[in-house]
């Protein structure tokens, strides 16, 4: 079960296996996604499955090739509202131009959404 601490927003992630209860505390919080807990008793899960013994070729692939597909982050500069496409959630921004061609001074985008 993956969960978000309510302390600092942290993921975390936890074997259902061995939790070994749940019990109503005093602490509020809001909840970041719905989860149903229900008093049906012990959950069946299925065992991961096994490992190779033996790993698989490595086929190399050019830059471009890897980066294409998959998930893209939406990043917006604040400063110049310059849409920046990322592979990864990475918000940091090298230094670019503002439409008016001049140097922006923008180092950090805000999220906007994904893609695929």
């Known amino acids: 079960m993956h969960a978000v601490r309510s302390q600092d927003q942290r993921h975390r992630s ?3 296996d061995r939790i070994q209860g749940a019990r109503v505390t005093q ?13 049906s ?6 065992p991961a499955a096994p490992r190779a013994a033996y790993s698989q070729p490595t086929i190399r692939t050019s830059r ?3 980066v294409s597909g998959g ?6 500069c604040s400063v110049c509202n310059k849409r920046f ?3 990864s959630y990475d918000a940091t921004l090298r230094p670019h131009k ?3 061609g001049r140097d922006c001074y923008g180092r950090y985008g805000v999220y906007e ?3 695929y």
């Not at 008793?41 to 299925?46: D, H, K, N, S």
């Not at 998930?71 to 917006?76: A, N, P, Q, V």
């Open 71 to 76: 998930l893209t982050y939406l990043f917006r």
């Open 27 to 39: 602490r509020t919080f809001t909840p970041s996604y719905a989860v149903e807990l229900m008093p």
């Open 64 to 66: 471009t090739a890897r």
């Open 41 to 46: 008793g012990p959950l069946t899960i299925a």
């Open 85 to 87: 496409d990322r592979k």
């Open 98 to 100: 503002n439409r008016d």
């Open 14 to 16: 936890y074997r259902v």
């Open 113 to 115: 959404g994904t893609k």
